[in-house]
T-cell receptor, first 114, second 118 residues
Framework: AQKITQTQPGMFVQEKEAVTLDCTYD???????LFWYKQPSSGEMIFLIY??????QNATEGRYSLNFQKARKSANLVISASQLGDSAMYFC???????????FGTGTRLQVFP | GAGVSQTPSNKVTEKGKYVELRCDPI?????LYWYRQSLGQGPEFLIY????????DSGLPNDRFFAVRPEGSVSTLKIQRTERGDSAVYLC????????????????FGEGSRLTVL
């Protein structure tokens, strides 16, 4: 069975600072993919970043980077230079090998204050 | 439009009634997913289509839930004899290729249909 755990229900960060959102996962697959999605109050899920289990380098997409520690089964999202518009729910998700569904964690609510 | 479209955006119904929720995926996307999101929770997988067939329906909670995709494009999620516990946001997503462990498996989501069962 596959499982995603996000232990931070809520996080606060000051504008322009960096913040790390935690994600750990559990799988017996050797090949898998890890995703982060943002969900603003409008409700739409917005893809942010992807990391493959065999990728040797941590993924980066603009201000987003993924701190992938395979041995610890963690895939933390780092947002640099936070902006007020970053305030939203953030979900970590995983897709295992030979399966097509994404399994999501319970999410972290990030609030950026001026 | 260019994105995933879901209708209705809001649906209020009474317990015991039948409900249909529609999803129009991004043109050309062969894979289509339904998720359910309860308040304060992450999206919960319901069913996945590859083309017209349901490739994985392991997330459907019981036989009151059914989904179709007859022409491999638009999909309808059908809920019979609705219960108050069915109240949630139902999210639809599509992707260009079947899920793999690659970037091409990225899901594009609609804004959801909020179902309230009174």
């Amino acid at each position: 069975a596959q499982k995603i755990t996000q232990t931070q229900p809520g996080m606060f960060v000051q504008e322009k600072e960096a913040v790390t959102l935690d994600c750990t996962y559990d799988t017996s697959d050797q090949s898998y993919g890890l995703f982060w999605y943002k969900q603003p109050s409008s409700g739409e899920m917005i893809f942010l970043i992807y990391q493959g289990s065999y990728d040797e380098q941590n993924a980066t997409e603009g201000r987003y980077s993924l701190n992938f520690q395979k041995a610890r089964k963690s895939a933390n999202l780092v947002i640099s230079a936070s902006q007020l518009g970053d305030s939203a729910m953030y979900f970590c998700a995983m897709r295992g090998h030979n399966t097509d569904k994404l399994i999501f964690g319970t999410g972290t609510r990030l609030q950026v204050f001026p | 439009g260019a994105g995933v479209s879901q209708t209705p955006s809001n649906k209020v119904t009474e317990k015991g009634k039948y409900v249909e929720l529609r999803c129009d995926p991004i043109s050309g996307h062969t894979a289509l997913y339904w998720y359910r999101q309860s308040l304060g929770q992450g999206p919960e997988f319901l069913i996945y289509f590859q083309g017209t067939g349901a490739a994985d329906d392991s997330g459907l909670p019981n036989d009151r839930f059914f989904a179709v995709r007859p022409e491999g494009s638009v999909s309808t999620l059908k809920i019979q004899r609705t219960e108050r516990g069915d109240s949630a946001v139902y999210l639809c997503a599509s992707s260009l290729t079947p899920g793999t462990s690659g970037r091409s498996g990225e899901l594009f989501f609609g804004e959801g249909s909020r179902l309230t069962v009174l």
